[in-house]
């Protein structure tokens, strides 16, 4: 593995002013979400409800599975804090906050909504190409150093605070629905789970940060763009089975 050592803010600036594509080898990217995972578990206490982790490691690992996405280590935990948001980092790690489960009623179709669309953003490797190209408020890039506490909370900072682009929160939306179709859960839970936000935005309540709500809020167009991928992508996939299925019985 290539290591990058501690760069000099204007060196870091320099290099990637210059890129717009992802920097990191993939085992620079698990390196990156394992420090900013630290970081994470810094900052918010972890959920110690059994009931809870469970139900989000089994959709996370349904997907997963499903999906054939073993190419990376993935993690998913519960954050006990009342914050309507979840969280992912480059290489597998996937949080879940405690107010997430609680604005859905732990509905698993609106969960595997929410992680299928935070798994996409990973293996997409949207956050590892905006690590990559970005220098924010000052910090410094590590990378493969293994990370002192200061650069693991900065690391976490910068994930939790990610803005992604709208073309990228479409792929995922897109990604997601997909990866529920083939796991077997119901993929109008994530619309079930927009209209619920998107109630919530017009209500003021929840603080609500994940799907970069805060600079692209939900709105009824990009609910039925998801109603649409949702026909267009569940009969794509029932025409490949189906042509599986013919190829197999020859």
Same mark, same amino acid.
């Given at each position: 593995m290539k290591h990058h050592q501690y760069l000099p803010?204007?060196?870091?600036?320099?290099?990637l002013a210059g890129c717009g594509t992802n920097l990191l080898s993939r085992n620079e990217e698990i390196q990156v979400g394992k420090e900013g995972a630290r970081g994470i578990e810094q900052k918010y206490r972890l959920s110690t409800n059994q009931a809870d982790n469970a139900l989000v490691q089994r959709i996370g690992n349904r997907l997963t599975s499903a999906n054939n996405l073993s190419d990376w280590p993935w993690t998913f935990k519960v954050i006990d804090d009342p914050m309507v948001n979840a969280v992912s980092l480059p290489g597998g790690p996937i949080y879940v906050f405690r107010g997430l489960l609680d604005a859905t009623n732990r509905n698993e179709s609106e969960l595997a909504g929410i992680i299928g669309h935070e798994i996409a953003h990973i293996e997409k490797r949207h956050a590892a190409k905006q690590y990559s190209n970005q220098v924010v408020a000052g910090t410094i890039i590590s990378v493969g150093t293994g990370g002192s506490v200061q650069t693991a909370a900065q690391i976490a900072n910068l994930f939790i605070q990610l803005e992604y682009s709208r @073309?990228?929160?479409?792929? *995922?939306?897109? *990604?997601?629905i997909a990866y529920m179709h083939r796991a077997g859960y119901d993929p109008y @839970?994530?619309?079930?789970?927009?209209?619920?936000?998107? *109630?919530?935005?017009?209500e003021g309540r929840g603080n609500v940060i994940t799907n970069n709500l805060r600079t692209h809020p939900l709105t009824s167009a990009r609910i039925e763009r998801a109603k649409a991928e949702i026909a267009r992508i569940t009969e794509a996939i029932s025409r490949d089975n189906e *042509?599986?299925?013919?190829?197999?019985?020859e």
């Amino acid at each position: 593995m290539k290591h990058h050592q501690y760069l000099p803010l204007a060196a870091a600036t320099l290099l990637l002013a210059g890129c717009g594509t992802n920097l990191l080898s993939r085992n620079e990217e698990i390196q990156v979400g394992k420090e900013g995972a630290r970081g994470i578990e810094q900052k918010y206490r972890l959920s110690t409800n059994q009931a809870d982790n469970a139900l989000v490691q089994r959709i996370g690992n349904r997907l997963t599975s499903a999906n054939n996405l073993s190419d990376w280590p993935w993690t998913f935990k519960v954050i006990d804090d009342p914050m309507v948001n979840a969280v992912s980092l480059p290489g597998g790690p996937i949080y879940v906050f405690r107010g997430l489960l609680d604005a859905t009623n732990r509905n698993e179709s609106e969960l595997a909504g929410i992680i299928g669309h935070e798994i996409a953003h990973i293996e997409k490797r949207h956050a590892a190409k905006q690590y990559s190209n970005q220098v924010v408020a000052g910090t410094i890039i590590s990378v493969g150093t293994g990370g002192s506490v200061q650069t693991a909370a900065q690391i976490a900072n910068l994930f939790i605070q990610l803005e992604y682009s709208r @073309g990228d929160e479409y792929e *995922a939306d897109s *990604a997601a629905i997909a990866y529920m179709h083939r796991a077997g859960y119901d993929p109008y @839970g994530l619309v079930r789970f927009f209209e619920k936000l998107m *109630a919530m935005q017009k209500e003021g309540r929840g603080n609500v940060i994940t799907n970069n709500l805060r600079t692209h809020p939900l709105t009824s167009a990009r609910i039925e763009r998801a109603k649409a991928e949702i026909a267009r992508i569940t009969e794509a996939i029932s025409r490949d089975n189906e *042509a599986l299925d013919m190829i197999r019985t020859e």
